[in-house]
């Protein structure tokens, strides 16, 4: 069976210092992976994703950046973070297709970072 | 502009209360709609998800529906442990999937 995992589960940092979130899942090959950010009150953003190794593709212009250096390992860094980078940072898998695209199909989360930026 | 709203955004029930959550949506083309749980401090876990209007899923005590412009999920005499948060997620045409801000489901013993 598939898992995901994600650490750390809690961070605390101060403004101005980088930032390394790891998300790694078992047992598949070839997912497509994904980075949201979910704030207090409001949807979960989409902010990366990523159809195969050094593929990454950005929803939304931040400070915040994604590396996918293998297979079934994705990365969430920043070099320096903001107040407003504070939340909730979830990684998600999906099946991936031969060819690399996003198709409709499930995604499975895993249980999250607590990014707390002060 | 593509758009989910969930609705009611809060929701308190006896225990054996059954009542419906509801999502809905306007995007321009729908290619999937999904159904998660999430518990305080936890990632979203998957219930369902539905592909085209008139698809019913069913699991447990929960029931999924989708019509062309909402999707409704029904909990049936619900029991303290189905209390969530419940959230609404759409795909679109494009790679982009939105997110409705969820329903925060009490339920009393």
């Known amino acids: 069976s598939q898992t995901i995992h994600q650490w750390p589960a809690t961070l605390v940092q101060p403004v101005g210092s980088p930032l390394s979130l790891e998300c790694t899942v078992e047992g598949t090959s070839n997912p497509n992976l994904y980075w949201y950010r979910q704030a207090a009150g409001r949807g979960l953003q989409l902010l990366f994703y990523?159809?195969?190794?050094?593929?990454i593709s950005s929803e939304v212009p931040q400070n915040l950046s994604a590396s996918r250096p293998q297979d079934r390992q994705f990365i969430l860094s920043s070099k320096k973070l903001l107040l407003s980078d504070s939340g909730f940072y979830l990684c998600?898998?999906?099946?991936?297709?031969?060819?690399?695209?996003?198709?409709?199909?499930?995604?499975?989360f895993g249980p999250g970072t607590r990014l707390t930026v002060l | 502009e593509d758009q989910v709203t969930q609705s009611p955004e809060a929701l308190r029930l006896q225990e054996g209360e059954s009542s419906s959550l509801n999502c809905s949506y306007t995007v321009s083309g729908l290619r999937g709609l999904f159904w998660y749980r999430q518990d305080p401090g936890k990632g979203p876990e998957f219930l369902f998800t539905?592909?085209?209007a008139g698809e019913e899923k069913e699991k447990e005590r929960l029931k999924a529906t989708l019509t062309k412009k909402e999707s409704f999920l029904h909990i049936t005499a619900p029991k303290p442990e189905d209390s969530a948060t419940y959230l609404c997620?759409?795909?679109?045409?494009?790679?982009?999937?939105?997110f409705g801000t969820g329903t925060s489901l009490t339920v009393i013993p």
């Open positions: 539905l592909y085209s």
């Open positions: 990523s159809v195969g190794i050094g593929q």
């Open positions: 997620a759409v795909h679109p045409t494009g790679n982009q999937f939105y």
């Open positions: 998600a898998w999906s099946a991936g297709l031969a060819g690399g695209t996003i198709y409709t199909d499930t995604q499975y």
